[in-house]
């Protein structure tokens, strides 16, 4: 009964590869979130989605691009990836507005 | 853009002690949130504060809202061993699109000894 759920929880890949990460959420939330965490712990947005409508984007590489087939499901998918990508991404949810954050597990990306 | 402090960075106490953490945001917010994760684990909601003024209670954990709506704290009494983990408090602005927008201090590590 996860309430969000990524997958994978770990990835770890080469230099150059595309990989994708995907998120689920059951709480009938209608806005989902991706946020990167580095090795400092710090916490930072990346994208967010409303109803399947972009309406936070960051100042991210569009390396990085984010899919929402429908308000339950946020995917990201990385291309080209750098050494630099490597953190924890952790994809979240809530109600629109002022409502706190559900966040999933995280998946823990190391590019070599 | 806004911007989120939080201080201290790390605070390690005895078990017993008590323990507080400070956020200052850069502008007016709308909302704080406070989130736990603990070593290894994902953030977790604890709380949020909407109201100028505002005092919450969750047990050993009180937490303060400022008055201008731009500070916050948290405190712990009497730490315990499971309160190990990293405290962060997250901002969200005005409205419009940035009120989706959830803006985190840097977090303060606690580590209890016991």
């Known amino acids: 009964d996860t309430a969000v759920s990524q997958t994978p929880k770990y990835l770890v890949t080469q230099m150059g590869n595309d990989k994708s990460i995907k998120c689920e959420q059951n709480?009938?939330?209608?806005?989902m979130y991706w946020y990167k965490q580095d090795s400092k712990k710090f916490l930072k947005i990346m994208f967010s989605?409303?109803?399947?409508?972009?309406?936070i984007n960051e100042t991210v590489p569009n390396r990085f691009s984010p899919k929402s087939p429908d308000k339950a499901h946020l995917n990201l998918h990385i291309n080209s990836l750098e050494l630099g990508d490597s953190a924890v991404y952790f994809c979240?949810?809530?109600?629109?507005?002022?409502?706190?954050?559900?966040f999933g597990s995280g998946t823990r990306l190391t590019v070599v | 853009g806004q911007q989120v402090m939080q201080i201290p960075q790390y605070q390690h106490v005895q078990e017993g002690e008590d323990f507080t953490t400070y956020c200052n945001s850069s502008?007016?917010?709308?909302?704080i949130q406070w989130y736990k994760q603990r070593p290894g684990g994902h953030p977790v909601f604890l709380i949020q504060?909407?109201?100028?003024?505002e005092v919450k209670k969750q047990k050993r954990l009180t937490f303060q809202f400022g008055e201008a709506k731009k500070n916050s704290s948290l405190h712990i009494t009497a730490t315990q061993t499971t309160d190990v983990g990293t405290y962060f408090c997250?901002?969200?602005?005005?409205?419009?699109?940035?009120?989706?927008?959830?803006?985190f201090g840097k977090g303060t590590l606690l580590t209890v000894n016991p």
């Open positions: 979240a949810s809530s109600h629109a507005g002022n409502y706190g954050y559900t």
């Open positions: 709480l009938g939330h209608d806005t």
């Open positions: 989605y409303n109803n399947k409508e972009l309406i």
């Open positions: 502008t007016t917010l709308s909302n």
């Open positions: 504060l909407v109201k100028s003024g």
């Open positions: 997250a901002g969200q602005g005005g409205r419009g699109g940035s009120n989706y927008k959830l803006t």
